[in-house]
T-cell receptor
Framework: GAVVSQHPSRVICKSGTSVKIECRSLDFQATTMFWYRQFPKQSLMLMATSNEGSKATYEQGVEKDKFLINHASLTLSTLTVTSAHPEDSSFYICSAPPPRQWNRDTQYFGPGTRLTVL | AQKVTQAQTEISVVEKEDVTLDCVYE???????LFWYKQPPSGELVFLIRRNSFDEQNEISGRYSWNFQKSTSSFNFTITASQVVDSAVYFCALASYNQGGKLIFGQGTELSVKP
């Protein structure tokens, strides 16, 4: 079953509104989570690293005031797209590395959130 | 700088054909990881393989095989006897050993397998 969940899976909003996307790790704690963005027919681009108990680290070119990240607990990170515009329409995916003792080869990805801004 | 290049944007094959997806990477790290993921139309990423930079052994898993060549910085993926269910976008990705969570993805190759 899924070990990282995202909510909502789809959201449609009007231009100018803010949208919050949740990423939860199920059955394990994640001090670090990652947020990626994927435009249609394009690759996944890392937006930021979410750190529990400290500020998020943003990749170059990503506006931190536009994309607010809060790692509220060891199992929850939220991405808020503030004052969304049509160009923010994208597929947002979060991921979390599993505990080392699980000895997994990959981090776990959430199922993604498709944001459409009208 | 790190970079992953998947030169093939789209590939179309007929069922039962073999198909190879190319992946070339750039990194200055001596230790790193390489990955392949499958992304079906639903959007959820499906992990296929991880290879450590110090392990150049090729790997076979059922109809899937991977050819890792450090000399040419390539990590190619072959599907043997392709099936319609293999239709998806495939991503090659790179991560530094000490930043295992931060993946650098290639542009992706959209594979279409026709019956």
């Amino acid at each position: 079953g899924a070990v990282v969940s995202q909510h909502p899976s789809r959201v449609i909003c009007k231009s100018g509104t803010s949208v919050k996307i949740e990423c939860r790790s199920l059955d394990f704690q994640a001090t670090t989570m990652f947020w990626y963005r994927q435009f249609p027919k394009q690759s996944l681009m890392l937006m930021a690293t979410s750190n529990e108990g400290s500020k998020a680290t943003y990749e170059q070119g990503v506006e931190k005031d536009k994309f607010l990240i809060n790692h509220a607990s060891l199992t929850l990170s939220t991405l808020t797209v503030t004052s969304a515009h049509p160009e923010d329409s994208s597929f947002y995916i979060c991921s979390a590395p599993p505990p080392r003792q699980w000895n997994r080869d990959t981090q776990y990805f959430g199922p993604g959130t498709r944001l459409t801004v009208l | 700088a790190q970079k992953v290049t998947q030169a093939q944007t789209e590939i179309s094959v007929v069922e039962k054909e073999d198909v190879t997806l190319d992946c070339v990477y750039e990194t200055r790290d001596t230790t790193y990881y390489l990955f392949w993921y499958k992304q079906p139309p639903s959007g959820e990423l499906v992990f296929l393989i991880r290879r450590n930079s110090f392990d150049e052994q090729n790997e076979i898993s059922g109809r899937y095989s991977w050819n890792f060549q450090k000399s040419t910085s390539s990590f190619n993926f072959t599907i043997t006897a392709s099936q319609v269910v293999d239709s998806a976008v495939y991503f090659c990705a790179l991560a530094s050993y000490n930043q295992g969570g931060k993946l650098i993805f290639g542009q992706g190759t959209e594979l279409s397998v026709k019956p």
